[in-house]
């Protein structure tokens, strides 16, 4: 097995794991290219995740409201 700049060396149980560094991004450009991606993955789950919570808080009030319409109109149809 060919071994890296190892910077960590770690066991679970029987399993042995090492982190090498060799290919760890130095330049700039490459490091802001990188940050800018995952920011943009980031945003794009925060936002959908946003937007579900928007749709359920929506889907619960109508369904408040129509149970309270359809209770408006049993309790009229009765009188």
């Known amino acids: ?3 890296g700049h190892i910077v960590l060396d770690l066991m679970f149980g029987k399993t042995r794991v090492m982190i090498c ?6 330049e700039e450009e490459e490091i802001d290219k990188i940050l800018r991606r995952v ?3 980031v945003v794009k789950h925060l936002s959908a995740a946003a937007t579900e919570k928007v749709v ?3 889907k ?3 369904s408040k409201k129509l149970s309270a319409e ?3 109109s ?3 149809d009765s009188i």
């Not at 560094?21 to 130095?26: A, E, F, G, M, P």
């Open 60 to 62: 619960i009030e109508r």
């Open 70 to 72: 359809k209770k408006e």
């Open 39 to 41: 920011g943009e993955i």
């Open 21 to 26: 560094d060799d290919y760890c991004v130095q």
């Open 56 to 58: 359920r808080e929506i």
């Open 1 to 3: 097995m060919e071994e």
């Open 74 to 76: 049993i309790d009229s």
